[in-house]
Nanobody, 125 residues
């Protein structure tokens, strides 16, 4: 079992930056063996893929709407994954979730085994 806890959300003006963190814990959870992903759900819309990173951190993928603006990274020694969000736009407003997958890095939500509770990001124009 694993517990994922997101933090770092909040309110920011368009053009600003935020960094989200996701701390993982669990007595048998081997963090470095899991791919980690970030997803988001805008109000009234479906959940969408944002970014993912492989267990070792060497591979990353991004959703088209965030490429060039967001950066995913991880610190395996701290069991933590980050999402640096720059040049934020009002359309980035959403609840952001982190997730862990035993399988290889993927943009498909169905392959993720564990999910956090989410953190709200609000970008005002």
């Amino acid at each position: 079992q694993a517990q994922l806890v997101e933090s770092g959300g909040g309110w920011v003006q368009a053009g600003g930056s935020l960094r989200l963190s996701c701390a993982a814990s669990g007595s048998t959870f081997a963090f470095s063996t899991y791919a980690m992903g970030w997803f988001r759900q805008p109000p009234g819309k479906e959940r969408e893929f944002v970014a993912a990173i492989s267990g070792g951190g060497g591979f990353t993928i991004y959703g088209d709407s965030v490429k060039g603006r967001f950066t995913i990274s991880r610190e395996n020694a701290k069991n933590t994954v980050y999402l640096q969000m720059n040049s934020l736009k009002p359309e980035d407003t959403a609840v952001y979730y982190c997730a862990a997958s035993r399988e290889r890095i993927s943009g498909r939500a169905s392959v993720y085994n564990y999910w956090g509770q989410g953190t709200q990001v609000t970008v005002s124009s």
